[in-house]
């Protein structure tokens, strides 16, 4: 392993191994050596992008966060286009910040999840994303609903995951669909009992000056549809109001 080199040959094999040790989460004797195994295929490949790829993976498949975002950052270094790369940091910010959240540190997981939001973004960016932007980002905004107490808040999260939902449609090509449609990202759908729900939950949350830019540009939108152009604009200022001021 050792005397593995930076050739396309090489590469091509060390790059194979890594994903899958990952895929099926082998192990060798022990998570060390296997470390060691990471380790010593970067310094032989010149930190091959791939390489440190599949290292940030292995680190986040263990929740070494702080590790995974470093390595993670290593590869997009390497390879700054990447939508790949922007993806999985995104994953590991909403893994870290899922673990934070179950041991009670709401601030500092939400501040996790919004960097996630981040790059979630940033890989669907380009002429042909992948749906992994998309299905990752819902499937975060799943978890956040499932775990809220707060009608408000999930009407804030709803119309995050609609806008995400449609965005995806009409972005990634049907021959590319995977995971989009899967049956559990149909909560996104926004049908007129959804509607309703959104409409008077977003209200509520509008009195209370509390409600998300997605929520303000779903009710804004649900007013114009309407013809109700001077609800639609009153909603617009409450939204710049509120998000001005935090």
Known sequence: VAKTTDNERDL????????????????????????????????????????????SNFLLNRGNYDAAINWIERAIKKNPKSATLKHTKGNIYYRQGMDLKLCGSEYEAEKKFDDARKFFALSRVGADPSEHGYVTHLDMLLKLIDSSGDECHKADLYSEGIHIYKEGFRSV???RFNLLTEKKFTRF??????IEYLVDKIETGLSRNKASVYAISFLADHYYSKDDYERSLEILELGRKINREG
């Not at 990952?22 to 022990?30: C, M, R, T």
């Not at 759908?189 to 959804?194: K, V």
């Open 173 to 175: 090509s049907k021959d």
């Open 189 to 194: 759908r926004s049908d007129r009992g959804m």
């Open 12 to 55: 091509e094999i060390v790059r194979r191994l890594l994903k899958q040790i990952n895929y099926f989460e082998l192990n060798l004797s022990s998570e060390d050596k296997t470390d060691i195994l990471f380790k010593t295929l970067i310094k032989s490949t010149n930190a091959d992008w791939v390489v440190c790829h599949q290292y």
